[in-house]
């Protein structure tokens, strides 16, 4: 990459990167960037930037255009937090989030209209569909949703982490085409989705915590288009639908999700679309965990976690396994569908409704 003028890049090395003057003339290399290759403080419009990809620990996200943000968090099987975010100002200025930023507190944003929906029965350019086999036919009782004994419970361990994102209205989503976890039919799938995400909209536990959470959802259709997420953990760009589905992802990923967001300074950004896909290709998953499931991921609690994300929630890491968002769902487990006391407590520092 070649600046006309030089710019420092030290920026980069804090999570929360703030605004710093940009070169005044800047040529990006061709290909994907870094966010060295386009540091804090660059203007995506003088560089022409909107629209490339930008990559960070093995992930990536379209630079989204002024105004707005976008957040990319992984599922992987080995616990490690993998995720970012791009923010372009208003102005143009790009910022990143690279895992421990200052988050803005204040929840008292309001509800952005997006643009008019678009057809969501139009076909967008995708992958191929990853094809799975109806595998969903455990019979038997389900497993009982028990804490790890290696970690404080859930009800009592009160960890937990939040993103610069809420949706103020209502998240409004739909089931994309293909196949789905579990060789589920896309109604049944659906089913299974809005139970995950209703999870996180009830605030559903164990704990005899009231739902004071006033976070909302809606499921509109299925659609013929696709989660915007490919198999290298890139975040493609937005097309104004909310999508839910699988297909394949990068291997040591069980699920990705991608969150655009209106950039709202001093309070929480407004959500403005939120897709999230499963990992098909290369993970197996149940709707009904048994006593025979073998290395099959429960598809609710996948959901319940990447619908965290959805309305907000971070990861919370090592020592608190027993959690929602932790960041590593075993396999043939139940436990994260039901909310701990640090998601619970997460959602209503969000969404709190006042009694």
Same mark, same amino acid.
């Given at each position: 990459?070649a600046f006309g003028l030089a710019t420092s890049?030290?920026? !980069?090395?804090?999570?929360?990167?703030?605004?710093?003057?940009?070169?005044?003339?800047?040529?990006?290399?061709? #290909?994907?960037?870094?966010?060295?290759?386009?540091?804090?403080?660059?203007?995506?419009?003088?560089?022409?930037?909107?629209?490339?990809?930008? $990559?960070?620990?093995?992930?990536?996200?379209?630079?989204?255009?002024?105004?707005?943000?976008?957040?990319?968090?992984?599922?992987?099987?080995?616990?490690? %937090?993998?995720?970012?975010?791009? &923010?372009?100002?208003?102005?143009?200025? !790009?910022?990143?989030?690279?895992?421990?930023? !200052?988050?803005?507190?204040?929840?008292?944003?309001?509800?952005?209209? =997006?643009?008019?929906?678009?057809?969501?029965?139009? =076909?967008v350019p995708a992958e191929p569909d990853t094809?799975?086999?109806?595998?969903?036919?455990?019979?038997?009782?389900?497993?009982?949703?028990?804490?790890?004994?290696?970690?404080? %419970?859930?009800?009592?361990?009160?960890?937990?982490?939040?993103?610069?994102?809420?949706?103020?209205? $209502?998240?409004?989503?739909?089931?994309?085409? =293909?196949?789905?976890? =579990?060789?589920?039919?896309?109604?049944?799938?659906?089913?299974?989705?809005?139970?995950?995400?209703?999870?996180?909209?009830? %605030?559903?536990?164990?704990?005899?915590?009231?739902?004071? @959470? #006033?976070?909302? +959802?809606?499921?509109?259709?299925? $659609?013929?288009?696709?989660?915007?997420?490919?198999?290298?953990?890139?975040?493609?760009? +937005?097309?104004?639908?909310?999508?839910?589905?699988?297909?394949?992802?990068?291997n040591g990923v069980v699920a990705t999700t991608?969150?655009?967001?209106?950039?709202?300074?001093?309070?929480?950004?407004?959500?403005?679309?939120?897709?999230?896909?499963? *990992?098909?290709?290369?993970?197996?998953?149940?709707?009904?965990?048994?006593?025979?499931?073998?290395?099959?991921?429960?598809?609710?609690?996948?959901?319940?976690?990447?619908?965290?994300? @959805?309305? #907000?929630?971070?990861?919370?890491?090592?020592?608190?396994? *027993?959690?929602?968002?932790?960041?590593?769902?075993?396999?043939?487990?139940?436990?994260?569908?039901?909310?701990?006391?640090?998601?619970?407590?997460?959602?209503?520092?969000?969404?709190? &409704?006042? +009694?």
């Open positions: 990459m890049l030290s920026a !980069v090395g804090s999570a929360a990167n703030a605004a710093v003057p940009g070169p005044a003339v800047c040529e990006l290399v061709e #290909g994907e960037l870094t966010i060295y290759d386009l540091p804090a403080g660059s203007s995506v419009i003088l560089c022409g930037a909107v629209g490339r990809v930008v $990559t960070h620990d093995g992930t990536g996200v379209t630079v989204p255009e002024p105004g707005m943000a976008v957040t990319i968090d992984m599922l992987t099987t080995d616990g490690a %937090s993998h995720g970012f975010t791009v &923010e372009v100002g208003t102005d143009g200025t !790009v910022s990143y989030d690279l895992g421990d930023a !200052v988050i803005d507190a204040s929840t008292d944003g309001n509800d952005r209209p =997006g643009s008019a929906s678009p057809d969501p029965a139009t =076909g094809i799975v086999e109806p595998t969903d036919t455990a019979e038997g009782a389900e497993v009982a949703d028990v804490d790890a004994a290696a970690a404080p %419970s859930a009800c009592s361990d009160g960890a937990y982490s939040t993103a610069d994102r809420k949706e103020y209205g $209502t998240y409004t989503w739909y089931v994309g085409d =293909g196949g789905m976890p =579990g060789g589920l039919s896309r109604d049944n799938a659906k089913w299974a989705f809005m139970d995950a995400i209703n999870n996180i909209t009830d %605030s559903y536990n164990n704990c005899g915590y009231s739902d004071t @959470v #006033g976070a909302k +959802q809606n499921y509109l259709a299925d $659609t013929s288009r696709e989660a915007g997420i490919n198999n290298s953990g890139r975040c493609t760009g +937005q097309d104004e639908l909310s999508v839910w589905d699988a297909g394949d992802l990068k991608c969150s655009y967001t209106w950039a709202m300074p001093g309070v929480k950004n407004d959500l403005r679309e939120a897709d999230v896909r499963f *990992n098909t290709h290369d993970y197996d998953f149940t709707n009904k965990p048994t006593s025979s499931c073998s290395n099959k991921y429960d598809i609710r609690s996948v959901g319940t976690h990447e619908a965290g994300h @959805v309305f #907000g929630l971070g990861h919370v890491g090592s020592g608190h396994s *027993n959690l929602t968002m932790y960041t590593n769902l075993f396999t043939c487990k139940t436990i994260a569908r039901t909310l701990g006391k640090g998601d619970v407590l997460a959602l209503r520092s969000i969404y709190e &409704e006042e +009694q």
